[in-house]
Protein backbone atom coordinates (compact mmCIF):
# COMPACT_ATOMS: atom_id res chain seq x y z
CA UNK A 1 0.00 0.00 0.00
CA UNK A 2 1.35 3.17 -0.75
CA UNK A 3 1.74 5.86 2.14
CA UNK A 4 -1.15 8.41 0.97
CA UNK A 5 -3.35 5.09 0.36
CA UNK A 6 -2.50 4.42 3.87
CA UNK A 7 -3.41 8.40 5.32
CA UNK A 8 -5.91 8.16 3.44
CA UNK A 9 -7.58 4.81 4.91
CA UNK A 10 -6.06 5.82 8.55
CA UNK A 11 -8.43 9.24 8.06
CA UNK A 12 -11.34 7.14 7.54
CA UNK A 13 -11.28 4.97 10.82
CA UNK A 14 -10.20 8.19 12.79
CA UNK A 15 -12.30 10.35 11.17
CA UNK A 16 -9.81 12.67 10.58
CA UNK A 17 -10.24 14.80 7.72
CA UNK A 18 -8.39 14.08 4.76
CA UNK A 19 -8.28 17.62 3.81
CA UNK A 20 -5.06 19.37 4.34
CA UNK A 21 -4.36 16.07 7.08
CA UNK A 22 -0.43 16.48 6.32
CA UNK A 23 -0.73 19.95 7.45
CA UNK A 24 -2.47 19.01 10.85
CA UNK A 25 -0.68 15.77 11.64
CA UNK A 26 2.77 17.29 11.10
CA UNK A 27 1.39 19.84 13.19
CA UNK A 28 0.31 17.33 15.90
CA UNK A 29 3.00 15.41 15.56
CA UNK A 30 1.74 12.35 14.26
CA UNK A 31 2.73 12.66 10.91
CA UNK A 32 6.67 13.47 9.47
CA UNK A 33 7.56 15.38 6.50
CA UNK A 34 8.68 12.48 4.38
CA UNK A 35 5.29 10.85 4.43
CA UNK A 36 4.24 14.02 2.79
CA UNK A 37 7.29 14.35 0.32
CA UNK A 38 6.93 10.43 -0.55
CA UNK A 39 3.21 9.81 -1.05
CA UNK A 40 3.52 6.85 -3.36
CA UNK A 41 6.42 4.92 -1.65
CA UNK A 42 4.99 1.87 -0.09
CA UNK A 43 4.80 2.45 3.46
CA UNK A 44 7.13 -0.11 5.67
CA UNK A 45 5.83 -1.27 8.34
CA UNK A 46 8.06 0.74 11.02
CA UNK A 47 6.16 4.06 8.93
CA UNK A 48 2.95 2.23 9.69
CA UNK A 49 4.16 1.66 13.25
CA UNK A 50 5.48 4.94 13.40
CA UNK A 51 2.13 6.98 12.69
CA UNK A 52 -0.04 4.49 14.79
CA UNK A 53 1.84 4.88 17.58
CA UNK A 54 2.13 9.00 17.49
CA UNK A 55 -1.50 8.95 17.13
CA UNK A 56 -2.43 7.26 19.36
CA UNK A 57 -0.23 9.15 21.80
CA UNK A 58 -0.34 13.04 20.10
CA UNK A 59 -3.95 13.17 19.50
CA UNK A 60 -5.80 9.75 21.53
CA UNK A 61 -3.79 10.74 24.46
CA UNK A 62 -2.80 7.31 24.80
CA UNK A 63 0.17 7.21 27.34
CA UNK A 64 3.14 4.80 26.11
CA UNK A 65 3.81 1.53 28.12
CA UNK A 66 6.25 2.18 30.72
CA UNK A 67 7.91 -1.14 30.17
CA UNK A 68 8.52 -2.30 26.69
CA UNK A 69 11.37 -4.71 27.41
CA UNK A 70 8.68 -7.79 26.14
CA UNK A 71 9.30 -6.28 22.69
CA UNK A 72 12.84 -7.04 22.85
CA UNK A 73 11.75 -11.39 21.71
CA UNK A 74 11.64 -9.12 18.21
CA UNK A 75 15.05 -9.89 16.76
CA UNK A 76 15.19 -6.52 14.91
CA UNK A 77 13.74 -4.44 17.32
CA UNK A 78 17.13 -1.83 17.80
CA UNK A 79 17.40 -2.12 14.47
CA UNK A 80 16.17 1.17 14.24
CA UNK A 81 17.08 2.73 17.15
CA UNK A 82 14.40 5.84 16.04
CA UNK A 83 11.39 3.78 14.96
CA UNK A 84 11.97 0.99 18.63
CA UNK A 85 9.85 2.16 20.89
CA UNK A 86 7.10 3.17 18.27
CA UNK A 87 6.94 -0.23 17.16
CA UNK A 88 7.55 -1.88 20.76
CA UNK A 89 4.60 -0.21 21.39
CA UNK A 90 2.13 -1.49 18.75
CA UNK A 91 3.84 -5.05 19.15
CA UNK A 92 2.97 -4.91 23.22
CA UNK A 93 -0.75 -3.81 22.30
CA UNK A 94 -0.98 -6.30 19.64
CA UNK A 95 -2.02 -3.59 16.90
CA UNK A 96 0.78 -4.69 14.74
CA UNK A 97 2.19 -8.45 15.08
CA UNK A 98 5.48 -9.97 14.75
CA UNK A 99 6.53 -11.76 11.48
CA UNK A 100 8.45 -15.41 11.70
CA UNK A 101 10.12 -14.94 8.47
CA UNK A 102 12.19 -18.03 9.53
CA UNK A 103 9.46 -20.29 9.59
CA UNK A 104 10.53 -22.08 12.25
CA UNK A 105 9.28 -20.42 15.72
CA UNK A 106 12.94 -19.52 16.52
CA UNK A 107 13.27 -15.92 16.01
CA UNK A 108 10.21 -12.94 15.72
CA UNK A 109 11.38 -9.86 13.65
CA UNK A 110 8.90 -7.43 13.30
CA UNK A 111 10.39 -6.82 9.71
CA UNK A 112 11.15 -3.03 9.72
CA UNK A 113 11.73 -2.40 6.26
CA UNK A 114 9.35 -4.33 5.26
CA UNK A 115 5.42 -4.10 4.18
CA UNK A 116 2.26 -6.14 4.70
CA UNK A 117 -0.37 -6.62 2.71
CA UNK A 118 -3.96 -4.11 2.22
CA UNK A 119 -5.91 -6.88 4.61
CA UNK A 120 -2.85 -6.92 7.01
CA UNK A 121 -2.74 -2.75 6.87
CA UNK A 122 -6.66 -2.88 7.04
CA UNK A 123 -6.66 -5.24 10.41
CA UNK A 124 -4.11 -3.08 11.95
CA UNK A 125 -6.14 0.65 11.24
CA UNK A 126 -9.17 -1.48 12.91
CA UNK A 127 -7.04 -2.57 16.13
CA UNK A 128 -6.50 1.20 16.54
CA UNK A 129 -10.45 2.02 17.27
CA UNK A 130 -10.03 0.34 20.16
CA UNK A 131 -7.21 2.40 21.88
CA UNK A 132 -8.38 5.87 19.88
CA UNK A 133 -11.44 8.14 20.93
Given at each position: ?????????????????????????????????E?EL?P????????????????????????D?????????????????????????????G?????????E?????????????D???????????????
Open positions: MRTDDFIREFCKVTGEEYQDVYIRGRRAGWLEEDYDRDISRKNVARILHMYLLKVSMVPLPYISLASALKDLYDCMICANHVAQVYLRIMDAKNLLKGEFLWFDLDGSDDDDIFIQLTKIKYFSN
